[in-house]
């Protein structure tokens, strides 16, 4: 079958191999090339062992303070507020016990599925080399988390995900270069990281050409309903194919409208900065508990990032944030580079209120897959959600059950 996958982040090319396997023959379109968006420049971390949504019952208690600081781990532009409301309510219904309940049974399916995917697509594409399973940590300087942190690994232990809970000493000896001002941490020995984003979403990018794939660059603007659907593009141009696949991550919101399906994806824009050649200060990806970070060791440098913004697609970065987060790195790890010497980058998460991305087949058209939508998390669950886009190309019951991630959940 001839099977068109609109975006060329890092869904839409895992997506491609797993099509290739399968012996279709697989169109990638996309507006701006591959690993225009978050796939670019997020931060590398295999996070399977994350299986708690944002919203939470415990985060609405958080929401106010959060809010109250407009540089904070969490803000929102007040421009923007208006059209953020359908998802905001989305994020509070999302929120309530029974709901987060669902939520993580479906993230801990998904994730389940990711690292043995990635071990299976890095391997049959010759790219192990990517990958660097060293475990990853959440430090915090509160010692008061460490009841917080033994709570979230009790429920990572139920899906059987090992969590230890490490003292300042342990801690310090794994990473030298975090700051006395540790008072524990969770160590994810399972976690991984890959070597850059941009590198491995380019490497298997090449490598689907290298198998048949072939990439056009173009805006698709709408599907068509017919039993091949056809791609329309901005200046009229149309491509008749068999099967269609939505990976536009945080542009996606339109082509489901387009197919019937109103999904309430919006974006949380994430900031970072990044130390080209700067290597070995530390070995594995550290979150910083409660001070909304994260910092990654790849293989073209230090990457330091994190803070969620809700102020859509258009609005231009506001690179403060990136300097406050910078500036809170200094004091809690020792030999940083300086914020003048980093390149700084801001990027589209891809979200819906529940954590879960969008998994399944469009409303009115079954032959359109939708595989968008993945927030926080799309690096990780890249090459689990392509194994499920074939399985429901080809018509086979997929791995896991699929009605977590529905676009007609909303
Ligand atoms: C700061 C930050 C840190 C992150 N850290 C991590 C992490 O450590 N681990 C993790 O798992 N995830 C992480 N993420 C999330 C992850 O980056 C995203 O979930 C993931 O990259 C989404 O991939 P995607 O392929 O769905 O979308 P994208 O990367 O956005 O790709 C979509 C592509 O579609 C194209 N496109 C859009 N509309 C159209 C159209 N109409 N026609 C043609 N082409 C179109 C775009 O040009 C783009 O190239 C992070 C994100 C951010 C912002």
């Known amino acids: 079958m001839k099977v068109a996958?609109?975006?060329?982040?890092?869904?839409?090319?895992?997506?491609?191999?797993?099509?290739?396997?399968?012996?279709?023959?697989?169109?990638?379109?996309?507006?701006?090339?591959?690993?225009?968006?978050?796939?670019?420049?997020?931060?590398?971390?295999?996070?399977?062992?994350?299986?708690?949504p944002i919203a939470s019952p415990k985060i609405m208690r958080q929401v106010?303070?959060?809010?109250?600081?407009?540089?904070?781990?969490?803000?929102?532009?007040?421009?923007?507020?208006?059209?953020?409301?359908?998802?905001?309510v989305r994020f509070v219904l999302a929120a309530r016990p029974a709901a987060y309940e669902r939520s993580i049974q479906g993230l801990a399916a998904l994730q389940g599925l990711a690292l043995p995917a990635w071990l299976k697509r890095l391997e049959?594409?010759?790219?192990?080399?990517?990958?660097?399973?060293?475990?990853?940590?959440?430090?915090?300087?509160?010692?008061?988390?460490?009841?917080?942190?033994?709570?979230?690994?009790?429920?990572?232990?139920?899906?059987?995900?090992?969590?230890?809970?490490?003292?300042?000493?342990d801690l310090r000896q794994l990473e030298p270069a975090l700051s006395e001002r540790f008072a524990g941490a969770a160590?994810?020995?399972?976690?991984?990281?890959?070597?850059?984003?941009?590198?491995?979403?380019?490497?298997?990018?090449?490598?689907?050409?290298?198998?048949?794939?072939?990439?056009?660059?173009?805006?698709?603007?709408?599907i068509s309903t017919g039993e091949r659907p056809a791609l329309v593009g901005r200046d009229g141009w149309q491509r008749l194919v068999d099967r269609v696949v939505v990976a536009a991550g945080a542009w996606s919101k339109p082509l489901a409208a387009a197919m019937g399906d109103a999904v309430p994806l919006d974006t949380e824009r994430g900031y970072n900065v990044s130390f080209p050649g700067v290597t070995g200060l530390t070995s594995r990806p550290v979150g910083f508990e409660g001070h909304g970070f994260v910092m990654t060791p790849l293989d073209s440098g230090l990457r330091i990032g994190g803070a969620v913004e809700f102020g859509g697609l258009e609005a231009p970065p506001n690179h403060a944030r990136t300097k406050l987060l910078y500036d809170k790195a200094t004091t809690l790890v020792n030999g940083l580079p300086p914020y003048d010497s980093g390149t700084l980058w801001m990027g589209f998460r891809p979200s819906l209120p529940d954590s879960l991305p969008v998994?399944?087949?469009?409303?009115?058209?079954?032959?359109?897959?939708?595989?968008?939508?993945?927030?926080?998390?799309?690096?990780?669950?890249?090459?689990?959600?392509?194994?499920?886009?074939?399985?429901l190309i080809a018509g086979r019951p997929p791995a896991i059950e699929l009605g977590h991630f529905s676009a007609q959940r909303f």
């Open 187 to 222: 160590f994810h020995p399972d976690a991984a990281h890959i070597s850059d984003p941009l590198a491995l979403t380019t490497a298997l990018f090449e490598a689907a050409l290298a198998r048949g794939a072939v990439f056009e660059k173009a805006e698709v603007t709408g």
């Open 359 to 391: 998994i399944g087949k469009a409303s009115r058209n079954p032959h359109v897959v939708y595989a968008f939508g993945h927030g926080h998390y799309g690096m990780t669950q890249s090459t689990a959600t392509a194994d499920l886009v074939a399985a």
């Open 5 to 52: 996958i609109i975006g060329a982040g890092i869904v839409g090319t895992a997506t491609a191999h797993a099509l290739l396997d399968e012996g279709h023959e697989v169109l990638i379109l996309d507006k701006e090339g591959p690993a225009f968006g978050p796939s670019r420049g997020n931060a590398g971390w295999v996070a399977h062992t994350d299986i708690l």
């Open 124 to 169: 049959a594409a010759g790219l192990k080399q990517h990958l660097h399973r060293k475990g990853g940590l959440y430090a915090f300087t509160d010692a008061a988390m460490l009841g917080h942190a033994a709570g979230i690994a009790k429920r990572q232990a139920e899906f059987g995900i090992k969590v230890e809970m490490i003292g300042p000493e």
């Open 64 to 88: 106010p303070k959060f809010l109250a600081d407009p540089l904070g781990p969490l803000a929102i532009r007040p421009a923007y507020l208006p059209r953020l409301l359908p998802w905001l």
